[in-house]
């Protein structure tokens, strides 16, 4: 146990758990120390507050506001007590038997789950007492979301690129009117943006509130591989028609002296197509390969490059002479299958690594650039060095670096493509829904299965023709949403849709009578 000395105003919780016997001390809504009994505790008799029950050990200070609950509180709760006492009172106005007060919108707006309470005072001075103040919680959100919209212009000997950002974030932000361009340039596609639910962000609403699939926050990238120089206007705006705009705030070019820039297929690529005919290199069913370009740039020094995909090192090259270097390099690939690749090209400079004498020979296999980065302090670079036409193979050059400081001697850039060569499917089950399946008699769950070869961008329902709401996707691949009706269902049929977007932009949408018996006893075992 551990003392507290203190002589300010706190506020303090204790939550005791019979089930677990878990003992909780809270000091102004944070957890302080905890234990367990080693026996069950059934209390009997009088209460003593600031005082043990033999008289002895009296407290030495002030105390107010003391409250028993009839349960353990959870941990949410106690912060959300020590809050009430930190609020502040806002005097309403008064008329005729009513009072009203107005929220502040705007940039001062509020936004998010908030509680409110009322409490009156007469002439006389009285005050309603604090179990009387009527009370309100839920969503509050008159703020308009935040938004940013970064450009860059990147210099890279002769290339040039401008990549534009889309930052937005709102507790109600609506993804069909976020991140949206009043010009041609920039337009996000699906596959450049990046979707946070506010679940991700707050484990208190993730444990809390049953619609974790609340979009908060999107992130956009799209880069062109030239100098946009238009005036660019981004818009977000939330679930309640709260917008912004603004003007896209462009950073001075930037002149780098060693690069390694990624062109094509630029970030965010969705590949659907597959290999029209089939022979035993290809199969029919694979993906059509792609060409993989970039550019690379160095003022000065020995340089190589190393391009991986998924970690896997696909292509390498070296340009020897101590000469400037500014050209672009390609090469053919064929994705292996539908899925995520992330590719990376890594440009290195060698102007203060020297070769080695010895030579590692491979048969155009991995072993050889395995076996090379297993090498403390080593990189492998390939040159074509066998002539003989019965035979092919890579001389892999070692270079040893004679200094360990990597500051500005590797570039790096990174791009995601998708291979997304078939539709989503997404199912509803089951079909008849019971109190077990349900938050409440009034709050049904609806879920289902979804897959995609890929990914599955967004998966909403709607019940009896009402407007489209976000579903939550587990890793499993199972969705639900929780639904509430104005009334108890006791047997009712109820019309639900759910559709699904991949990354490709496919929509598949699927529809089902489904049966809700929310009557207690309903649950089928």
Same mark, same amino acid.
């Given at each position: 146990?551990?003392?507290? !000395?203190?002589?300010?105003?706190?506020?303090?919780?204790?939550?005791?758990?019979?089930?677990?016997?878990?003992?909780?001390?809270?000091?102004?809504?944070?957890?302080?120390?905890?234990?367990?009994?080693?026996?069950?505790?059934?209390? +009997?008799?009088?209460?003593?507050?600031?005082?043990?029950?033999?008289?002895?050990?009296?407290?030495?200070? $002030?105390?107010?506001?003391?409250?028993?609950?009839?349960?353990?509180?959870?941990?949410?709760?106690?912060?959300?007590?020590?809050?009430?006492?930190?609020?502040?009172?806002?005097?309403?106005?008064?008329?005729?038997?009513?009072?009203?007060?107005?929220?502040?919108?705007?940039?001062?707006?509020?936004?998010?789950?908030?509680? $409110?309470?009322?409490?009156?005072?007469?002439?006389?001075?009285?005050?309603?007492?604090?179990?009387?103040?009527?009370?309100?919680?839920?969503?509050?959100?008159?703020?308009? =979301?935040?938004?940013?919209?970064?450009?860059? $212009?990147?210099?890279?000997?002769?290339?040039?690129?401008?990549?534009?950002?889309?930052?937005?974030?709102?507790?109600?932000?609506?993804?069909?009117?976020?991140?949206?361009?009043?010009?041609?340039?920039?337009?996000?596609?699906?596959?450049?943006?990046?979707?946070?639910?506010?679940?991700?962000?707050?484990?208190?609403?993730?444990?809390?509130?049953?619609?974790?699939?609340?979009?908060?926050?999107?992130?956009?990238?799209?880069?062109? +591989?030239?100098?946009?120089?238009? !005036?660019?206007?981004?818009?977000?705006?939330?679930?309640?028609?709260?917008?912004?705009?603004?003007?896209?705030?462009? !950073?001075?070019?930037?002149?780098?002296?060693?690069?390694?820039?990624?062109?094509?297929?630029?970030?965010?690529?969705?590949?659907?197509?597959?290999?029209?005919?089939?022979? =035993?290199?290809? *199969?029919?069913?694979?993906? !059509?390969?792609?060409? #993989?370009?970039?550019?690379?740039?160095?003022?000065?020094?020995?340089?190589?490059?190393?391009?991986?995909?998924?970690?896997?090192?696909?292509?390498?090259?070296?340009?020897?002479?101590?000469?400037?270097?500014?050209?672009?390099?390609?090469?053919?690939?064929?994705?292996?299958?539908?899925?995520?690749?992330?590719?990376?090209?890594?440009?290195?400079?060698?102007?203060?690594?020297?070769?080695?004498?010895?030579?590692?020979?491979? %048969?155009?296999?991995?072993?050889?650039?395995?076996?090379?980065?297993?090498?403390?302090?080593?990189?492998?670079?390939?040159?074509?060095?066998?002539?003989? *036409?019965?035979?092919?193979?890579?001389?892999?050059?070692?270079?040893?670096?004679?200094?360990? %400081?990597?500051?500005?001697?590797?570039?790096?850039?990174?791009?995601?493509?998708?291979?997304?060569?078939?539709?989503?499917?997404?199912?509803?089950?089951?079909?008849?829904?019971?109190?077990?399946?349900?938050?409440?008699?009034?709050?049904?769950?609806?879920?289902?299965?979804?897959?995609?070869?890929?990914?599955?961008?967004?998966?909403?329902?709607?019940?009896?023709?009402?407007?489209?709401?976000?579903?939550? $996707?587990?890793?499993?691949?199972?969705?639900?949403?929780?639904?509430?009706?104005?009334?108890?269902?006791?047997?009712?049929?109820?019309?639900?849709?759910?559709?699904?977007? %991949?990354?490709?932009?496919?929509? #598949?949408?699927?529809?089902?009578?489904?049966?809700?018996?929310? +009557? =207690?006893?309903?649950?089928?075992?």
């Amino acid at each position: 146990p551990q003392s507290a !000395t203190d002589t300010e105003w706190h506020h303090w919780a204790c939550t005791y758990d019979d089930a677990t016997r878990q003992r909780i001390l809270y000091r102004d809504g944070v957890e302080a120390a905890r234990d367990t009994a080693t026996g069950s505790y059934a209390g +009997t008799g009088p209460l003593y507050i600031g005082k043990r029950a033999d008289g002895s050990m009296y407290f030495q200070g $002030v105390i107010d506001e003391v409250v028993v609950h009839d349960r353990a509180l959870a941990t949410y709760e106690v912060a959300n007590l020590y809050a009430y006492g930190l609020g502040t009172w806002e005097q309403a106005q008064v008329a005729d038997g009513r009072w009203d007060y107005t929220l502040s919108t705007g940039d001062d707006g509020l936004e998010g789950i908030f509680q $409110v309470n009322v409490r009156g005072t007469d002439a006389g001075g009285n005050m309603t007492p604090f179990s009387g103040q009527q009370v309100w919680r839920g969503l509050i959100d008159t703020k308009p =979301p935040t938004l940013s919209a970064p450009v860059t $212009v990147t210099t890279a000997g002769s290339l040039t690129t401008t990549t534009f950002g889309c930052e937005a974030t709102d507790f109600s932000l609506d993804d069909d009117t976020s991140c949206v361009a009043q010009t041609d340039v920039p337009e996000f596609r699906i596959s450049d943006r990046t979707l946070t639910l506010y679940g991700d962000v707050n484990p208190w609403y993730a444990a809390t509130f049953t619609d974790t699939a609340q979009l908060y926050a999107i992130d956009a990238v799209r880069t062109y +591989t030239e100098e946009v120089s238009a !005036t660019v206007q981004l818009t977000a705006c939330d679930a309640y028609d709260h917008c912004t705009t603004v003007t896209s705030q462009t !950073t001075p070019a930037q002149l780098e002296p060693f690069a390694a820039t990624l062109l094509s297929p630029p970030s965010g690529t969705v590949l659907t197509t597959q290999t029209p005919t089939a022979s =035993p290199q290809q *199969p029919a069913d694979s993906p !059509t390969p792609v060409q #993989v370009t970039g550019h690379a740039y160095a003022q000065a020094g020995v340089v190589g490059l190393v391009v991986r995909i998924n970690d896997r090192i696909v292509y390498e090259q070296v340009w020897q002479e101590d000469k400037p270097v500014d050209e672009t390099w390609s090469f053919a690939w064929t994705p292996p299958g539908a899925g995520r690749y992330t590719l990376e090209a890594a440009m290195y400079d060698l102007s203060d690594w020297y070769p080695l004498p010895a030579a590692q020979q491979s %048969d155009g296999s991995e072993d050889g650039s395995a076996l090379a980065r297993e090498l403390p302090a080593q990189i492998y670079l390939p040159q074509i060095v066998l002539s003989d *036409p019965n035979r092919r193979g890579l001389q892999y050059l070692p270079f040893v670096r004679s200094t360990f %400081d990597e500051n500005g001697r590797v570039a790096r850039s990174t791009s995601l493509i998708y291979v997304d060569l078939a539709e989503p499917t997404v199912s509803i089950s089951p079909e008849t829904v019971t109190l077990r399946d349900a938050l409440s008699n009034r709050s049904p769950r609806f879920t289902g299965t979804v897959d995609d070869d890929s990914v599955a961008y967004t998966v909403e329902v709607s019940v009896n023709g009402s407007d489209w709401r976000r579903a939550t $996707v587990r890793e499993d691949g199972t969705w639900y949403r929780a639904w509430g009706f104005p009334q108890p269902l006791r047997g009712e049929t109820v019309d639900v849709a759910v559709r699904v977007t %991949d990354v490709a932009g496919r929509i #598949v949408t699927t529809s089902e009578r489904v049966s809700v018996d929310l +009557t =207690p006893g309903s649950s089928v075992e």
